[in-house]
């Protein structure tokens, strides 16, 4: 039986407009990046701000520029790794629909595990396997030396992450600790709401996923959801707030499943549909 999960933003009249006018004028600052390599994360911010009003204004991703958005995010998020990965020289990256050469800049305080979270789960979305790989390689010592007041669990989730992917040895105990400083006497720097309703629930999914507990799987994307939409709804600024438009960390665990077979009988404007079933793929380079 299919459940359906709805989401609290309602778009406003002119929300495909507003969202194309968004992504112009993150194909702006993209375009800047070359003279100025420094304004990458206001790049970033930009292209996630404007993937979110897309998916509030397209819920199944059946646009073109949905998709674009997407990718766009994705590209910007791998370069901002990038780009602060060396201390000199120049890196080649491929961002809305060419190649350009960024100059390195060196480690920097929006080089943190947030941005690699949502950067790595964008190339999950968008099915980057290079980009993946990539971002798996940026050592954890880089990550803590970032700004952020982070909790070991953070670390210990990321870690997971870039050992499965790399296929390093030791995940089983690295979940085992992604899970035990999970708990919220452990983790005290993050709220208690932002840890059980936004950062807890993907590992928990990424856990059903490599166990291929495929009946498990449905009913913990269903309680992430709602658990999203619980923590994005608790005040009347957060439930106005894009930025709980699409829950990347759900998404990126549930484009796992899909692609691993696994049945999702769930629908809800925070699963697109051409982004969970990668519809769009293909369309143009990323």
């Not at 309703?197 to 490599?210: A, D, I, K, Q, T």
Request: hydrophobic share 45%; with cysteine.
């Amino acid at each position: 039986m299919t459940e359906t999960v709805d989401r609290h933003l309602v778009p406003r009249s002119d929300a495909e407009e507003f969202a194309d006018g968004l992504s112009e004028q993150v194909a702006g600052f993209v375009d800047d990046l070359e003279e100025s390599p420094d304004m990458i994360d206001l790049a970033y911010g930009a292209a996630l701000v404007a993937l979110q009003a897309h998916s509030v204004a397209d819920p199944s991703a059946d646009r073109l520029q949905s998709w674009k958005a997407a990718v766009t995010a994705m590209q910007v998020g791998s370069a901002l790794f990038a780009v602060t990965g060396a201390d000199e020289g120049t890196v080649e990256c491929f961002i809305n629909g060419r190649m350009r050469s960024l100059p390195v800049i060196g480690l920097q305080p929006f080089a943190h595990a947030g941005n690699w979270l949502s950067a790595f789960w964008l190339a999950v979305i968008c099915r980057e396997q290079k980009r993946m790989m990539q971002l798996c390689e940026v050592p954890l010592e880089r990550l803590r030396s970032a700004e952020g007041a982070y909790d070991d669990f953070v670390f210990h989730w990321i870690d997971v992450q870039q050992t499965y992917w790399l296929r390093r040895p030791g995940l089983v105990d690295k979940l085992m600790a992604a899970f035990e400083s999970s708990d919220p006497e452990v983790a005290r720097n993050t709220p208690r709401d932002a840890l059980e309703g936004v950062m807890y629930p993907p590992l928990n999914l990424f856990y059903h996923v490599v166990r291929k507990h495929e009946q498990e799987f449905g009913p913990a994307l269903v309680e992430a959801l709602k658990l999203h939409k619980a923590y994005w709804t608790l005040d009347d600024e957060r439930a106005t707030d894009i930025d709980g438009a699409l829950p990347l960390g759900p998404l990126a665990m549930a484009c796992m499943a899909h692609d691993g077979k696994f049945p999702i009988d769930v629908e809800s404007p925070f699963l697109p549909k051409y982004l969970l079933t990668h519809g769009w793929l293909g369309e143009f380079p990323t």
